[in-house]
């Protein structure tokens, strides 16, 4: 038997933790990089809070948001590739802060010079896998946000 399987299967398992063993009001925030590994980002939030990242991108399709008081102790962990998120970003007035506090560092950031937009892409899980997609112009401004059926997946999956 290879080894390489069980790495595998011990790296996706350490990749998807989701931080249910920790304690809000009692969890710092070094227990929690301790327990979900290195954040991948690390923002500002407001009353003095700080959120820090932890997206499973892509295999794991969630990224979590671990909130800290200005305390230095946890809030609460959140799964942030939601639809209700994808709704709150509203085209010609979000920005591209109000895209990382919300849901994160993206998988990818494609250019698309000619359309004068970068997009950026999160893998997520709703139903089925599914993609978000954030469309961001040059000034920092979201034109366009929306989810859909993962198509890749599905051609995976074949006819249901």
């Known amino acids: ?27 710092s925030a070094a227990e ?15 009353d003095g809070e700080s959120v ?13 948001a671990a ?14 590739l939601t639809k209700e998120n994808v709704e709150r970003l509203k085209p010609g007035v979000s920005r591209e802060a109000d895209v990382r506090d919300l849901l994160g560092p993206p998988e990818r950031i494609d250019a698309f010079p000619r359309q004068q937009r970068d ?13 978000i997609v954030v469309q961001v112009s040059p000034d920092g401004v979201v034109r366009e946000a929306y989810m859909y059926d993962d198509p890749a997946q599905s051609a995976r999956d074949g006819p249901r």
Do not use: H, N
């Not at 931080?19 to 009692?26: A, E, F, K, N, Y």
């Not at 990242?53 to 794991?60: E, I």
């Open 1 to 27: 038997m290879r080894a390489w399987p069980l790495a595998l299967l011990l790296l996706a398992g350490c990749a998807g933790y989701d931080g249910r063993t920790l304690v809000p009001g009692q969890s």
């Open 119 to 131: 997009a950026w892409t999160y893998q997520a899980q709703g139903i089925q896998p599914q993609l």
């Open 52 to 64: 820090l990242w932890f997206p499973r991108l892509p295999a794991g399709r969630v990224s979590y």
């Open 67 to 80: 909130r800290i008081g200005k305390d230095d102790r946890l809030i609460a962990v959140e799964q942030r």
């Open 32 to 46: 929690v990089e301790k327990i979900m590994g290195p954040a991948a980002d690390k923002r500002a939030g407001p």
